[in-house]
């Protein structure tokens, strides 16, 4: 089924942050827009405002009328869907066209020139951060983001440029549905290992991500990663990390809350480029995300304007208060490299405050797999409190709770293991300088309501 063909499209799992994104397109569109998913959500209260038509009893009498015309309705599906789901069944048994979120994805880069990032971690800011800059260019951009940009207050951006910045997810292998014009390609550190099964798998699945390149284009790939890539021929490369490689940064200045760095490119220096979100671990990923936008046509002065005003991206160091007396945050950072970066950036902002994080674990599987990491990464901070393990799609597994990353944490980490439901008393009766959530699951959901308590006591 082409594009063109498409009167309804219908959401099994219309909630999460990527599914929403295809969602928005499609009703820009016009199409009529549905679908299932579990639980309300702010998201999902958002997309009905928008039009979308959700429900969230998995009932197939409640799939709309115009999405059960196997001729000119689309299906997506996320794989967190279990295959035994009712209504996946029943668009499977009647021959609906059914395709996973990256294959529509994948469609579209076929169709525009695909601007991707992928990587174990820093791609969704990466890819905000790139299309910010190219849609307040000359160039412009649409974009399917992994996470809510606060410049637009959305996931998605559309122009009628032949641009489209996505983020490649490599879950599932999803990012193997893409044609990418130019990829960067942020890290390799090993996660999924509940779908990949061993490192080397996962290594070779980005290895496979690069020969999708198309000829013309371009890889961005930062220095030292372990994988091999694979480019076809007319594809050119290009290597960056901090202070070294075809971009990087120099000259670069932390002070008064701010920072500034002149960015080292192959095509044109910028001298004093400042960050709009003034944190160490966003210089590297402002030099891979102005190495796309300037390799397609951003100029010097676009580079630094949009990176002056990038706005950031919820839930990616996302400051909620932020004075002389109290600071807090909120990280999705919720892989041990991803936790690492996250503390060590606190950790330079912040180097006579002491500095607590509460961590929610996600996934058993993940926690198995890297309770030592987790525990090495957060052992930075001063003190550490841990709730119970999200289980997002997974049973529990014997033996696999938070206690393992606890027993780890090094000699001299003041630690606590509490219970979610704990946690806002926990935030009543204990001071902060700085403060912290860390993790991909559902603790995110009492922020506000942390935040409101946190201001209160401190007005």
Not at 139 to 149: H, P, Q, T, Y
Not at 231 to 245: H, K, N
Not at 416 to 437: C, G, R, S
Request: contains cysteine.
């Amino acid at each position: 089924m082409e594009l063109k063909d498409i009167k309804a499209v219908y959401f099994v799992g219309a909630g999460g942050i990527g599914m929403s994104a295809i969602a928005r397109y499609f009703l820009k569109k016009g199409l009529v827009v549905a679908g299932y998913d579990k639980t309300p959500s702010d998201l999902t209260r958002h997309l009905e405002k928008e039009g979308m038509l959700i429900h969230y009893e998995e009932n197939v009498d409640e799939i709309p009328f115009a999405c059960k015309r196997p001729e000119s309705s689309l299906v997506i599906y996320t794989p967190a869907i279990p295959s035994s789901h009712k209504e996946l069944c029943y668009f499977r048994e009647n021959g609906f066209e059914i395709q996973k979120r990256a294959q529509v994805l994948g469609t579209l880069t076929q169709s525009h020139k695909g601007l991707c990032v992928a990587g174990t971690h820093g791609k969704t800011t990466t890819s905000t951060m790139c299309a910010h800059i190219m849609h307040q260019s000359h160039v412009d951009c649409n974009a399917f983001l992994g996470g809510i940009s606060k410049n637009y207050g959305t996931n998605y951006i559309l122009s009628d440029s032949d641009y489209v910045v996505i983020e490649a997810d490599e879950f599932d292998r999803s990012f193997h549905w893409l044609h990418p014009w130019m990829s960067v390609i942020t890290s390799t550190d090993p996660d999924h290992l509940d779908i990949y099964g061993t490192k080397e798998a996962y290594l070779e699945s980005f290895r496979h991500y690069s020969e999708l390149i198309q000829p013309g284009g371009a890889l961005i790939i930062h220095r030292g990663l372990e994988m091999e890539e694979h480019l076809q021929d007319g594809v050119r490369r290009y290597d960056y990390a901090l202070s070294e490689g075809d971009f990087h940064a120099e000259n670069i200045r932390i002070m008064n809350g701010g920072i500034t760095f002149d960015f080292i490119s192959p095509v044109e220096c910028v001298k004093d480029v400042e960050l709009g979100q003034p944190i160490p671990i966003n210089i590297e990923n402002g030099i891979a995300a102005m190495a796309m936008a300037q390799l397609n046509g951003c100029t010097a002065e676009e580079l630094r304007y949009g990176m002056k005003t990038y706005g950031g991206v919820d839930r990616r160091f996302d400051f909620k208060i932020k004075s002389d007396r109290l600071v807090f945050l909120s990280d999705y950072a919720h892989h041990p490299k991803e936790i690492f970066q996250s503390a060590k950036s606190i950790r330079e902002l912040y180097k006579d405050k002491h500095i607590t994080a509460i961590f929610q674990p996600h996934l058993y599987t993940r926690t198995r797999d890297f309770y030592k990491d987790f525990a090495e990464a957060l052992s930075q901070l001063d003190k550490v409190v841990l709730t119970e393990i999200y289980p997002a799609r997974e049973l529990p597994i014997e033996g696999v709770t938070s206690q393992l990353i606890y027993d780890n944490l090094k000699e001299g980490v003041e630690k606590e293991l509490i219970q979610k439901d704990q946690v806002l008393d926990y935030i009543k009766t204990h001071q902060f300088e700085v403060l912290v959530v860390l993790g991909a699951g559902d603790l995110d959901n009492l922020v506000p309501q942390m935040t409101k308590i946190l201001k209160h006591r401190s007005a």
